[in-house]
């Protein structure tokens, strides 16, 4: 499986990103936030993927963070959605305030995204609610955006989450590095010392 891709963004269109990597030119397809927040062409990019496949499909699908990906396997585990439909739903709405609404069991703001009907955002609410009410933040992805305000930043988190590591401790090990003036420099140098803060 193909987990994460760190390249250079090739092209931008309304569903997708190409993004090469050694040479290779990989078709991503990813939310309008998840495009949105790629650099403009020739920019270097980390991606979360997620390869989706079936007998006559092998689609590449990207995500800006873990938090993203964690919803869109939620999204797709519920009868009915698949993954063009989930990239729509966080398009129209950004995970955390998804949470939000599917705990809220607010069906109008899902239904207000294109091709969810009233039966499917009852569906989220129902398949969801629970697991997003009993789960704590970290093991779902969600975050309150504290710390993550540069981009060398959240970079290194994402580097560090896709390691394995969970998103709390990743996030402690940057701001370590950023309180001793270390969060600077080339990513791979930033993500090495930060393996170092984790492992000490």
């Known amino acids: 499986m193909i987990d994460q891709l760190h390249g250079l963004v090739e092209k931008k269109t309304a569903t997708?990103?190409?993004?090469?990597?050694?040479?290779?030119?990989?078709?991503?397809?990813?939310?309008?936030?998840?495009?949105?927040?790629?650099?403009?062409?020739?920019?270097?990019?980390?991606?979360?993927?997620?390869?989706?496949?079936?007998?006559?499909?092998?689609?590449?699908?990207?995500?800006?963070?873990?938090?993203?990906?964690?919803?869109?396997?939620?999204?797709?585990?519920?009868?009915?959605?698949?993954?063009?439909?989930?990239?729509?739903?966080l398009s129209g709405i950004e995970p955390s305030r998804l949470k939000d609404r599917v705990i809220a069991g607010d069906v109008v703001a899902l239904t207000s995204v294109p091709g969810v009907g009233p039966k499917t955002a009852k569906r989220i609410i129902v398949e969801l609610k629970e697991k997003f009410i009993k789960t704590d933040d970290d093991s779902l992805g969600f975050d309150d955006g504290e710390g993550l305000g540069t981009q060398i930043f959240r970079d290194v988190v994402i580097a560090l989450t896709s390691l394995g590591y969970k998103p709390n401790h990743a996030k402690k090990a940057c701001s370590e590095l950023e309180k001793n003036g270390e969060l600077t420099g080339e990513l791979e140098s930033v993500i090495k010392k930060a393996l170092k803060q984790l492992m000490s």
């Open 16 to 89: 997708h990103a190409v993004i090469f990597v050694n040479g290779i030119g990989y078709k991503v397809m990813m939310s309008i936030n998840g495009l949105e927040s790629l650099p403009a062409k020739g920019g270097d990019a980390i991606v979360l993927t997620y390869l989706h496949v079936r007998e006559d499909i092998l689609n590449l699908y990207g995500f800006v963070d873990e938090k993203e990906r964690n919803v869109f396997h939620l999204l797709t585990s519920i009868s009915g959605i698949g993954p063009k439909l989930a990239l729509t739903i």
